[in-house]
C-alpha cells in the first residue's frame, strides 16, 4: 500500500507531498536539523521517493533524474531526459522495481521496470491530452493527474501495475488538477482549482470512477467561495484516514490560506495562517495530526504545534519548496531549491544550511503596458483577472512558448478596461504569478501586493 504524503520540515525545513510507503511516525522535535545534500543546482527538485531505506530518486525542471544509494548523502545523475523536458513527480510500486515519470510535456510519461536502470517513454499508453502533475499508487493500482495551465482537468488510472490506462475526464468539475491522494483502495482525492470557484477538492469512494466536489462546500454560493477563483489547492497531506491538510496557492490574494479535515475528507474548513503576506504556498506536510509546516516560493516555512489553531513563520528554513518524502522517523528527505536529508543533532553542529531562493521571472509595468521577464524559455499562459482575482477574458491572452527575455502585453487593446485595479496572471512551468496594476486616465501604473515571495 501507498500513501502520497506532502511531509515535513522542522523549523529548519518544509517541503511537501511525496509518496511513502509507511503511515505518519511520531512527530519530529526541532532538535533535530536539515542539511542540504549536494546536487546540481538546476532548477527546482520537484519530487522524491525512495524505493527502500538507502535508494531513492528525485528530479527537476532540467529533466534530470538524479539518484542515491547511500540515503542522500550523495547524488549521482541517473538520466537526462531529451530537449530538457520538465519533469513534474516520480513514484515507484511497493515492490522498488517498476517506477513512473510524469512531466509538464504532453509526449513524455515514463516508466521503467528494472528499479530506475532504464527508463521508457510509454505516453502513448496514456490517452488524451496530458501533463502530469501528480502520481500516487495503491497496491497495484496507480492514479494520475493533470494539469496546471487550466486547460484540461484529466485523471488517469490502471489497474494492471501501469500497463493500461484509463482516462476519466474531470472537465465538468474542474479547470485543472494537481495533485492526486488515496487514503484507501477506493477513496482518494484529487486537488486542483475551478475557473469560477477557485481552489478545489473532488473525492471518490468507488476508485475514481465517479468524483463530488467537496472543498468549497457543494452548498457554498458565487460571492461566498473560500479563495479567489484564480487560486489551485496545491497539495493534500493525510495524517491518517480522518486528519488532513491542504496548501492553497495563490497569485492574487494578499493572505496564505491553507484548509483541513477531521472526518476523512467529507468536509474541509478554510484556516488563514497569515493575513498579511501571501507566500505562494504549495506544499504542506504534518508529522502528526498537531505537527506540521507549509511553504510556497522564496525562503521560510510556516509551522504550527496545535493543529492549524496558530502559525510561526521560520524566515530562514528553505526555499521553493513543492516536494518531501518522509520514510521513517528520523529518515526524511524534501525537495525544492534542492534536495534536505532530516539529520540528528549533533553535538557542536552549525545549523543545517540551504541554498537562498531564487524565484524565477519578473514583472515590471509602464505607462503603456505591462511586462514580464523570463529568465528562461518555457511555456506561459497569460490571463486577465480583475481586483478580486476573477478571470474577465474569454481565453487566455497567450498560451505558448515563450524565449527568454522580456514580453511586454497591453490589456487595455484587447478589453475595454475601466478605470480600476487588475492582474495580468502568467503560468509558466516554473511557476504562477501575477503583476497587479491600476489602468485609468489612458495610462499603466503598478500596485503593490502583500508577498513574501515576491
Given at each position: ?83 530538457d523536458i520538465y519533469l513534474r513527480t516520480i513514484d ?54 493533470g494539469n496546471f495551465q487550466m486547460t484540461s482537468a ?153 493543529g492549524g489553531a496558530s502559525w510561526t513563520f521560520h ?140
Amino acid at each position: 500500500m501507498s500513501v502520497r504524503c506532502a511531509l515535513l520540515v522542522s523549523t529548519l525545513f518544509l517541503g511537501a507531498c511525496a509518496h511513502e510507503n509507511h503511515r505518519h511516525p511520531a512527530a519530529v522535535t526541532t532538535a533535530l536539523q536539515w542539511e542540504q545534500t549536494p546536487l546540481n543546482p538546476c532548477g527546482r527538485y520537484d519530487d522524491i521517493v525512495f524505493t527502500n531505506d538507502r535508494t531513492g530518486f528525485t528530479v527537476n525542471g532540467c529533466g534530470e533524474i538524479y539518484q542515491t544509494r547511500d540515503q542522500g548523502q550523495s547524488w549521482q545523475l541517473n538520466r537526462r531526459m531529451p530537449n530538457d523536458i520538465y519533469l513534474r513527480t516520480i513514484d515507484f510500486l511497493d515492490n522498488g522495481q517498476v517506477g513512473f515519470i510524469g512531466t509538464l510535456t504532453r509526449d513524455a510519461f515514463y516508466k521503467t521496470t528494472d528499479g530506475g536502470a532504464t527508463w521508457s517513454n510509454i505516453s502513448q499508453s496514456l490517452p488524451g491530452h496530458h501533463s502530469i502533475c501528480g502520481l500516487d499508487h495503491f497496491g497495484s493500482a496507480l492514479f494520475a493527474v493533470g494539469n496546471f495551465q487550466m486547460t484540461s482537468a484529466q485523471f488517469f488510472r490502471s489497474n494492471d501495475a501501469g500497463t493500461s490506462w484509463e482516462l476519466i475526464d474531470l472537465g465538468a468539475q474542474a479547470s485543472g488538477l494537481i495533485d492526486v491522494k488515496f487514503i484507501a483502495p477506493k477513496t482518494g482525492f484529487v486537488a486542483g482549482t475551478h475557473a469560477e470557484k477557485g481552489a478545489l477538492i473532488l473525492r471518490t469512494t468507488n476508485g475514481g470512477t465517479t468524483w463530488t466536489q467537496v472543498y468549497p462546500a457543494r452548498d457554498a454560493r458565487p460571492g461566498s467561495y473560500p479563495t479567489d477563483p484564480s487560486d489551485i489547492m496545491w497539495k493534500l497531506d493525510f495524517v491518517d484516514e480522518r486528519v488532513g491538510y491542504g496548501a492553497v496557492y495563490s497569485s492574487t490574494s494578499n493572505s496564505s490560506k491553507v484548509v483541513k479535515t477531521t472526518d476523512g475528507g467529507r468536509t474541509w474548513s478554510t484556516i488563514v495562517i497569515d493575513p498579511a503576506n501571501n507566500r505562494e504556498l504549495e506544499g504542506i506536510g504534518f508529522s502528526d495530526a498537531q505537527t506540521g509546516w507549509a511553504g510556497g516560493y522564496g525562503d521560510g516555512v510556516y509551522e504550527t504545534r496545535n493543529g492549524g489553531a496558530s502559525w510561526t513563520f521560520h524566515e530562514n528554513a528553505g526555499s521553493n519548496f513543492n516536494r518531501a518524502y518522509f520514510r521513517r522517523p528520523r529518515l526524511a528527505f524534501a525537495s525544492g531549491n534542492g534536495v534536505f536529508r532530516l539529520a540528528p543533532p549533533t553535538a557542536g553542529r552549525a545549523p543545517g544550511g540551504h541554498t537562498p531562493a531564487v524565484v524565477p521571472h519578473t514583472t515590471r509595468v509602464a505607462d503603456d503596458k505591462v511586462c514580464v521577464a523570463l529568465d528562461r524559455p518555457t511555456h506561459a499562459t497569460v490571463r486577465l483577472l480583475d481586483e478580486r482575482g476573477r478571470f474577465i477574458d474569454q481565453g487566455p491572452l497567450l498560451h505558448a512558448r515563450l524565449t527568454s527575455g522580456e514580453h511586454c502585453f497591453t490589456p487595455h487593446a484587447t478589453h475595454a478596461l475601466r478605470a480600476g485595479q487588475y492582474h495580468l496572471q502568467f503560468r509558466t512551468l516554473e511557476r504562477i504569478f501575477t503583476q497587479k496594476f491600476a489602468w485609468g486616465g489612458g495610462r499603466y501604473r503598478a500596485v503593490a501586493r502583500h508577498s513574501g515571495a515576491m
